[in-house]
């Protein structure tokens, strides 16, 4: 446990390092405003912080610098809000309502210009549940069947049958699921459809049960997708010039994108912001890198995660405003439609 010089200290040459990128000496951090302590002083509380693993000596420099572990630290005890101007947040974010992909898009685009790192968003997962469901005969023994969610989204799925349905049966039977089933997760459907299929003429039954079948096996393979913005921010970054292996693998990570799909679904878990410091997390194998991410929500639902990626030497507290503004903002917006 840390005493409050210890902390002090500690928050002091973390701060200075995301500010300067340059290891921190003893001498400079005398110098520090607030930190009324002699270099001695600060040697040998360097040198605790150092044994307890929170920070590190670089073999090219007198200075320290913090590990993984004190980052850890920092963010959370140590982070003290500061006011800040982020209005174009507020901004860029006011877009139609009815182009959900657009402001997917430009959320993206906004985390990355307003963080000057990478900014990420995976998109909304289809509900599963239904808001109205049609059919549409496209010729005999093939039905496109037209699914439209709560938030207002639209699938198709084609669907081929053994006998071939009128346009009467058809509508006969999207009337049955809508009076009956109309908000119900799809997956609730077919067993609830099964209890009632004797009360049913077998042909319509035989239908319904058909296109619920198809379309909860549609909705629950659909993937999310994740739009990435700014990947080249990174080659600006002064951390990665003497190791460009890290550089590799993070490209590698926005490339492939499984990875990342997997660390935002798990983002997606956890209520509020999120960080991800170094290897932390299995999904994010780059030692450089950190994640600050959170969820968004649509009609108070949770369907999906935004956030920054960048080096372990970045001002958190910027970040964590950046994120859980947009996540709230992005929410507000793609729940207006």
């Known amino acids: 446990m840390l005493d409050d010089r210890a902390k002090l200290l ?3 040459l973390v701060d200075r390092y995301i500010a300067d990128g340059q290891p921190v000496g003893s001498r400079t951090l005398s110098k520090s405003a607030g930190l009324e302590l002699s ?8 040198s605790d912080l150092e044994s307890l693993g929170l920070v ?4 090219t420099s007198a200075g320290r610098v913090p590990t993984a572990r004190g980052y850890r630290l920092f963010v959370d005890t140590l982070l003290t809000a500061e006011p800040d101007n982020l209005d174009p947040i507020t901004q860029s974010l006011a877009l139609a ?5 657009k402001v997917i898009t430009s959320a993206a685009h906004m985390l990355s210009s307003l963080s000057q790192f990478v900014g990420v968003v995976m998109s909304p997962r289809h509900s599963s549940t239904f808001r109205h469901i049609e059919f549409l005969r496209l010729s005999e023994k093939r039905i496109l069947i037209i699914i439209v969610s709560p938030e207002g989204d639209v699938q198709n799925r084609v669907l081929f049958t053994e006998s071939d349905f009128t346009p009467s049966q058809l509508t006969e039977a999207a009337n049955y699921l ?8 799809l997956e609730q459907i077919a067993p609830r459809l099964q209890a009632e299929v004797e009360t049913l003429r077998s042909e319509i039954a035989t239908l319904m049960q058909a296109a619920v079948a198809a379309t909860t096996e549609a909705v629950s393979s ?13 080659l600006a970054v002064s951390d990665f010039s003497s190791d460009m292996s890290q550089l590799r693998r993070a490209f590698d990570l926005f490339e492939q994108k499984t990875l990342l799909m997997h660390l935002l679904e798990e983002s997606s878990h956890a209520a509020g912001v999120r960080i991800y410091i170094g290897g932390e997390n299995p999904a994010m ?3 450089e ?4 991410s959170a969820p968004y929500a649509v009609n108070g639902q949770i369907v999906g995660t935004l956030g920054v990626i960048g080096p372990t030497r970045m001002p958190y507290q910027r970040m964590i405003e950046i994120v859980d503004i947009t996540s709230r903002m992005i929410g507000n917006a793609l729940s207006q439609r």
Do not use: C, W, Y
Request: proline share 10%; glycine share 4%.
């Open 285 to 287: 194998p780059v030692e």
């Open 97 to 101: 309502p009815d182009q959900p992909q």
């Open 39 to 46: 270099p001695a002083t600060i040697r040998n509380v360097m």
């Open 222 to 234: 659909a993937q999310h997708e994740v739009v990435i913005a700014g990947e080249r921010n990174l």
């Open 178 to 185: 809508n009076t009956h089933f109309s908000g119900m997760a």
């Open 56 to 59: 590190a000596s670089p073999h």
């Open 289 to 292: 890198l950190s994640v600050v």
């Open 10 to 12: 500690l928050k002091t």
